[in-house]
């Protein structure tokens, strides 16, 4: 059974920071490329940012990108989320999912399991 458990969500300040983990089982982690998505209070499903199985390749939405880092430890079967300079508008569920491929996925299609979910709000 695929687990994803996504935790490190809070309140913080605006220019503040959060570090987002994501404990997976139930799969040959390093496999698949991995990311995260977030949903935002009435919007949609959003992809944020990917990586690939063996953590060498990225890729970041736009919204996120130069202060957001993703990053895997693939002895541990851990997804990480470094978000840094948080923005009022950053304040969504993070949610940790898991490719259908081995390379990183830019879109959400391309996810087929993602966790509970983890609440950050960004606000003073």
């Known amino acids: 059974e695929v687990q994803l458990v996504e935790s490190g969500g809070g309140l913080v300040q605006p220019g503040g920071s959060l570090r987002l983990s994501c404990a997976v089982s139930?799969?040959?982690?390093?496999?698949?490329?991995m990311g995260w998505l977030r949903r935002a209070p009435g919007k949609g499903l959003e992809w944020v940012s990917g990586i690939s199985g063996g953590g060498g390749s990225t890729s970041y939405a736009d919204s996120v990108k130069g202060r957001f880092t993703i990053s895997r430890d693939n002895a541990k079967n851990m997804l990480y989320l470094q978000m840094n300079s948080l923005k009022p508008e950053d304040t969504a569920v993070y949610y940790c999912?898991?490719?259908?491929?081995?390379?990183?996925?830019?879109?959400?299609?391309?996810?087929?399991?993602w966790g509970q979910g983890t609440q950050v709000t960004v606000s003073s």
């Open positions: 139930g799969f040959t982690f390093s496999s698949y490329g």
């Open positions: 999912a898991k490719a259908i491929v081995l390379w990183l996925a830019r879109t959400i299609d391309r996810y087929d399991y």
